[in-house]
């Protein structure tokens, strides 16, 4: 079978990097090249890097218009798989060639641009969807699912590769063999993109909630807390429990107070629980242990 395939991103590139060793894979569409680094120099995406390195034709397009359709017709491809290519797919393109899409949640659950995230802070729709793109917003048939538990104590980047690995297994079983499609049925919700505004963290939320939202907004937008009048990003932490602490120390200490310990920093947080800070990055500095960033701070309190 002869496809075609688009997409931006690494996660996407690995599926490619799969879908080649089975199929013959005869155009790829991807976004053009973007400022990278601090002198912003003009970057290839990762998926055209593998594209050239595959020796696959190659276009680059921030949407899919005119030019990509006729490029796309010439090509002979029978279908185009779709991962996390960035833009929308018109009607013009739709006509007469299928496009499949893998989504990384159960549809109709996280129709949108965040799905694995909203999956990570709901707890629901945890897992991939391969299904034919139509005119809606992630509304198109399904093809096939797989409801996947997601490793707990990962970020979004890192389950957004394992759930393309297994995507790739699940498009390539699904190519190989007559396809069947299906109506969504359900409840639908929806994962708008999270904005940086969304992805600021206070520590009247239980340390549980705000652990989901480290992991969820890593690598973007990054949760963030206030910190001395500037602001403390924190890449991870982990949530301790919901014990009583305060009845335990007899202390009454505010939300935000950090506990610091010779190995770990702990912070107050709602409902008497305690979240452990592993990693963060001060505003103007690279990442750190957060042990480090603690180190002589006394009754600090953020957030």
């Not at 690494?10 to 879908?19: D, K, N």
């Not at 969820?216 to 602001?231: D, H, I, R, S, T």
């Not at 602490?245 to 007899?250: F, K, P």
């Not at 950090?258 to 103007?284: F, K, N």
């Amino acid at each position: 079978m002869k496809i075609a395939f688009a997409g931006t991103p690494e996660v996407a590139a690995s599926v490619l990097r799969s879908l080649a060793t089975e199929f013959e894979v005869c155009l790829v569409i991807t976004r053009p090249d973007a400022p990278k680094g601090r002198d912003k120099t003009l970057t290839p995406s990762a998926v055209a890097e593998t594209a050239s390195s595959l020796g696959i034709p190659l276009l680059k397009s921030k949407r899919v218009d005119e030019e990509v359709v006729e490029t796309l017709n010439r090509s002979g491809a029978e279908l185009v798989v779709v991962v996390a290519f960035g833009a929308l797919i018109p009607k013009t393109a739709l006509v007469g060639k299928r496009w499949l899409n893998l989504h990384f949640s159960l549809l109709p659950l996280w129709r949108g641009a965040t799905p694995l995230q909203h999956s990570m802070l709901h707890g629901t729709g945890q897992g991939i969807t391969v299904f034919e793109i139509d005119e809606g917003l992630d509304t198109g048939e399904i093809v096939a699912q797989l409801p996947l538990a997601l490793t707990k104590g990962k970020t979004a980047g890192e389950l957004m590769q394992e759930l393309a690995d297994h995507g790739s297994d699940l498009i390539i079983r699904t190519l190989n063999k007559p396809l069947s499609l299906s109506p969504q049925s359900g409840e639908s919700t929806h994962a708008p993109k999270i904005t940086r505004t969304e992805a600021e963290v206070t520590f009247d939320m239980t340390a549980a909630e705000i652990e989901a939202r480290v992991l969820a907004f890593n690598p973007e937008p990054v949760a963030w807390c206030k910190l001395n009048g500037g602001e403390l990003r924190i890449l991870r932490a982990r949530a301790i429990g919901t014990i009583d602490w305060d009845a335990i120390s007899e202390t009454d200490l505010e939300n935000g107070t950090l506990e610091i310990r010779r190995d770990s920093v702990l912070v107050v947080c709602g409902e008497g629980s305690r979240l452990e800070l592993i990693e963060v990055q001060p505003a103007g500095r690279k990442p750190m242990p957060a042990v480090d960033w603690a180190r002589g701070f006394s009754g600090l309190k953020i957030g």
